[in-house]
């Protein structure tokens, strides 16, 4: 995002080349890539062969791109909740809606034998196009209900999306009677598992959600509007933006982004678990969110930072498996991540920083 | 009931604070009254005894909860620091074969230290609640691993006494574990309305600015408030300890929204500065309602509990809004 331009007095001569440097250093993305390029160095030494990368039957194989791979749905989750956010929101139902999605696919998919001569071969229930669109149009109806809920009613975003958090997970388990739903068909297994010019499926359709929303907030006015609504709600309606219909839109977007997570999941692990699938998903989104330096105060946001935040996510998960370390201590380690980056992203520390240095 | 009837006629009753309050306890009523009426038994003193016996440690959360969202903020902590504490019980008691006593004192100041240290950092770096005590939940779940990823269970004499001990009262009984949280209640409700820290804790909800502006230290208030949440929270796990006589890492998951979803059905605007803290009984006890109705039943599962608890939640919330909106 636009970086603040440091006005400091300094002399005519070097003043131009101070700003510049200034200005990279002041960069909003700079802690969030540095700290994520201290995970990397990290595991440069901690992990052998972390930066190999070789090929096995036309695929890409090594650690970064499992890294890539693994981090696709809360990639996905944490996009959409970074608009979300950006317009002072959060929306809590990211996990549930993971699991409905999830859920309705796999239903729908499901999977039959047929005998074809001597092979057996499953065939879905239902034909994949139209399950995958159900189960994206119950993610979109999801997020109209909990836009409706903030922007019509006008409940706190984290009451609104707490009663789909709530429900949510209940609704999928009375769709499968509380059981675990297998998916036997083969196809649908591409979207999580699969690969296409040497990668991960699942990393096309971040990067194409990722196109999408970036040409959506730079390319159009949608990003000034929604960074508006989280700036100044009511100076935004009296400047004449329809803040209702941009709030819905952002909880659909982000339900929508949860759907497609839901089925990614679903798909990789070839079924749905309407209990766990996507368990506190949402709670690693909006951490994505905060460490890619986007304020929960609403205003302005990074799409940039929030992939990198989720990257750090994933790559701590990853160094911490890879190090040998009991994945219990995973969660130590990274509320400890979390206190440190927000300590430090906070201006309260800045301040004290500046004044020490003055 | 009868002061609202007589009320009726003056304009402002939906907009009085304690009229959404007084919903959660007609639905209560209500909602015992259906049981009774569609199940035999289930209109005895015991059933809502054992909604108590059963909800004691939802009581205390959400007493802490409550004071926690009347000041404005919100702790998503104190499901994990329940199970953080009876990991630390169990494991004090069983391995290092502490006195019960010790045990009790050094699990209530570690939850007081570890909320009185999420509230120190929301104050001084002027973080956000939610994301400082997501890291909080994320760190208490963390330690529980650290000490044990197995369960353990307790057999310490004490703690097996009070489990198992029943005071009777008008023919029913209670636990102590019960009691404990009724009498916490009483003090709460003591704290918050008799007290100038209740009062603190209303004023900093209610617009923190003007509090600076009164006078009023906002940020010992906020640390008291967490520390209470904390020590709440560690006073509930000691209670689900006894309860269920072990400590485990992955009790409690998601109970700090059962403890919200309770503050809110009890007519507590997550706004800060407007409610009761007595709601959080109310609201614990609709919630515990709900599962003993499904409980009752025996035909619908159990994930009907979440859908009606959601939906329960929205129209309690959708009611305060227009309530609100009218006033």
């Known amino acids: 995002m636009n970086a603040p331009v440091a006005a400091k007095p300094s002399t005519p001569a070097t003043e131009a080349s101070q700003t510049a440097r200034v200005t990279l250093l002041q960069h909003p993305l700079l802690r969030p890539l540095a700290a994520l390029l201290v995970l990397l160095v990290l595991d440069a030494f901690l992990v052998p062969g972390f930066f190999r990368v070789t090929i096995k039957d036309g695929h890409l194989y090594g650690s970064l791109v499992d890294i890539l791979n693994r981090a696709a749905p809360l990639t996905l989750a944490a996009l959409g909740m970074t608009l979300v956010i950006a317009t002072r929101g959060i929306d809590i139902s990211v996990g549930a809606v993971v699991a409905l999605s999830g859920t309705v696919s796999a239903m729908l998919i499901g999977g039959t034998m047929v005998m074809h001569g001597s092979t057996p071969e499953y065939v879905a229930n239902t034909p994949m196009a139209l399950s995958l669109l159900a189960a994206f149009g119950v993610a979109l109806l999801c997020g ?4 409706v809920l903030v922007a019509g009613i006008k409940l706190q975003p984290i009451v609104a999306t707490l009663i789909l958090m709530v429900a949510g997970r209940g609704l999928a388990q009375l769709l499968t009677d509380g059981q675990i739903v297998t998916v036997y068909y083969e196809p649908f297994f591409f979207l999580g598992s699969g690969y296409l010019f040497g990668l991960p499926f699942s990393l096309y359709v971040v990067a194409a959600v990722f196109a999408v929303t970036m040409l959506l907030v730079r390319k159009t006015a949608l990003g000034l509007f929604i960074q508006a609504v989280g700036i100044n709600p009511v100076a935004a309606r009296l400047a004449g933006l329809r803040t209702a219909t941009l709030i ?15 089925m990614l999941i679903t798909s990789n692990i070839k079924s749905a678990d309407a209990n766990n699938a996507g368990l506190l998903l949402e709670l690693d989104a909006i951490l994505a969110v905060t460490l890619g330096g986007t304020s929960l105060l609403g205003g302005k946001f990074s799409l940039v930072g929030s992939m990198i935040g989720a990257l750090i996510i994933q790559t701590l ?9 009991p994945p219990e201590v995973n969660m130590v380690v990274k509320s400890i991540v979390v206190f440190v980056v927000c300590i430090s992203q906070s201006s309260e520390f800045k301040r004290i920083l500046r004044r020490r240095a003055a | 009931m009868s002061a609202q009837v007589n009320a009726v006629a003056k304009p402002s009753l939906t907009a009085a604070p304690w009229f959404t309050a007084a919903i959660t306890v007609v639905l209560l009523v209500a909602m015992l009254g259906i049981g009774g009426a569609a199940y035999p038994g289930f209109l005895s003193l015991q059933v809502v005894f054992n909604l108590l016996i059963d909800n004691g440690y939802l009581v205390v959360l959400a007493v802490g909860m409550g004071f926690v969202i009347l000041s404005g903020g919100i702790d998503l902590s ?3 620091m329940l199970a953080l504490s009876t990991m630390v019980a169990a494991w004090l008691l069983q391995t290092a074969h502490w006195h019960p006593a010790a045990v009790i004192v050094c699990v209530l100041l570690m939850g007081a230290c570890f909320g009185a240290l999420m509230g120190l950092i929301i104050h001084v770096f002027k973080l956000q609640p939610f994301i400082v005590t997501l890291a909080g939940m994320f760190l208490a779940r963390g330690l529980c691993y650290l000490i044990s990823t197995d369960s353990i269970a307790i057999d310490q004499p004490v703690f097996v006494a009070l489990s198992q001990t029943q005071v009777h009262l008008f023919g029913g009984f209670l636990s102590p574990g019960a009691i404990i949280g009724l009498v916490v209640l009483l003090m709460a409700v003591w704290l918050a309305h008799f007290t100038a820290f209740g009062r603190a804790v209303y004023a900093v909800g209610g617009n923190e600015t ?15 408030v967490y520390a209470l949440s904390g ?5 509930g796990g000691l209670l689900f300890a006894v309860y269920t006589l072990s400590g485990y890492a992955l009790h409690g998951q998601g109970t700090e929204l059962d403890a919200i979803a309770a503050v809110v059905i009890g007519g507590t605007l997550l706004t ?51 309530l609100s909106k009218k006033a």
């Open chain 1, 144 to 147: 109209l209900w909990n836009g």
């Open chain 1, 248 to 262: 819905i839109f952002v909880y659909v977007f982000c339900s929508a982004c949860a759907g497609l997570a839901g």
């Open chain 1, 317 to 325: 998960t990853y160094t911490i498996y890879s190090m040998g370390v």
């Open chain 2, 78 to 80: 104190v499901g994990a």
């Open chain 2, 210 to 224: 003007s509090a600076a502006m009164m006078g009023l230290n906002v940020g010992a208030t906020r640390v008291a």
């Open chain 2, 231 to 235: 020590f709440c929270a560690a006073l």
């Open chain 2, 272 to 322: 800060g500065g407007y409610g009761y803290i007595a709601g959080a009984l109310s609201g614990v006890l609709v919630l515990g309602a709900i599962q003993t109705l499904i409980a009752f039943d025996g035909t619908l599962s159990s994930w009907w509990t979440k859908i009606v608890i959601g939906a329960l939640l929205f129209v309690f919330c959708v009611v305060q809004r227009v």
